[in-house]
């Protein structure tokens, strides 16, 4: 099998396509391939730490958005049927029923297969998101980035 | 003209995005290309029987999911403007006026056409969807079935 | 740096994915990329002047449809935490507080930097949108020159 690269931009911060987006991403990299994530805008959520970290220098605008956020993978929604937080807790019980890895577990399986990881820097001043109530260790960078790795890559997909 | 290949993700449920995948899929179809179309999530629901289907050994949260899912094309609703239902009727409306192919008519172009249609095994799974349910004669498989097909198309599109 | 195409299907009409679609494509067209921009369903509410249309010979749903979709990026709605309209207006503020060019801007500049606008002619029918009512000097096709733009581009998203 020969490798190849691939990156998935993840825009929605719905659980069922961050779910869909680390299926893919994690398929690929059990391929061999070489994947980037670029969180931007709501996917940043699935990156956020779940406590409260303490922030400086927030202007209240971006504190709101921060606020009302869900942080991390366990507090997204679902995109249809999400019965104000019951339709995530229904679809997660399933997958432990049927044995699907759970979000958390495929967020940890992506970084053990060294998928890269980038938060897109411009959303983060948009959305009032700070570097430390991101998940430690992955990367910053803008759009240049990522079309950089985009060129680079057979598969190109916008979730 | 020469031939190519293309892979649509279709894990949107919606009337308008399954429309759009279907309008493209049948385009390039059309100008000699193989497609494949990898239905996931509520993107399985376009592929659903009318009818109710008999099932056995479904647990009680996939029979719930089941239960409030839609039934086929003619019972998606739209991503704006859905008014309860109201909306897609509205817009089948328009097209018909318009000579624009219904859903249902596209849905038996594109397999005329040869599109070749895979539903998700793990997402069926996830969303007690069960083979008998499904129209007939389509594959199934999983993502790294979508990523194989992928690897060899020059356009995969996420909707 | 090479130059390649690209092409995005802009098919939401959401602020926040439309913003994320000329972010990019102003990204490549700033490193010489040729970008086609095609617009489809939902995505042509940001091609649309702002301003009252005269039109005629629309039927009474195109009308409808006209009437109750937003005219112009200043009138869309956010994806997430729309508030009846005051989302966008707010992560419109802490844009311009952030120095993140508006809607508008990344609009004008996408023309300046000659991205390609097509406007999808099945959809404007469908919409009930007339020529009158969009940008002016955009260009107007359907799936089949869609796919002859992504055939040659190395990267093509759905948004």
Chains 1, 2, 3 share one sequence.
């Not at 893919?24 to 805008?41: L, Q």
């Not at 606020?67 to 399933?94: C, D, E, Q, T």
Request: aromatic share 8%; glycine share 8%; charged share 25%.
């Amino acid at each position: 099998m020969e490798t190849s690269r691939k990156t998935i931009i993840v825009f929605s911060g719905e659980f069922d396509k961050v779910m869909a987006a680390f299926i893919i991403a994690n398929g690929a990299a059990a391929m061999d391939d070489e994947v980037t994530m670029f969180f931007t805008f709501w996917g940043l959520n699935a990156l956020r730490k779940d406590t409260h970290v303490k922030t400086t220098g927030k202007t209240p605008l971006q504190k709101m958005f921060g606020a009302m956020m869900p942080r991390g993978p366990k507090k997204l929604g679902l995109s249809n049927l999400n019965f104000a937080g019951a339709g995530p807790k229904l679809m997660m019980r399933v997958m432990r029923q049927q044995n699907v890895m759970t979000l958390t577990e495929l967020i940890d399986t992506a970084r053990e297969q060294g998928i890269k990881f980038v938060a897109c820097t411009m959303s983060m001043d948009v959305m009032g998101l700070r570097k430390e109530e991101l998940l430690d260790g992955i990367e910053y960078a803008g759009v240049a980035s990522y079309l950089v790795d985009a060129d680079e890559s057979n598969v190109n997909l916008f979730i």
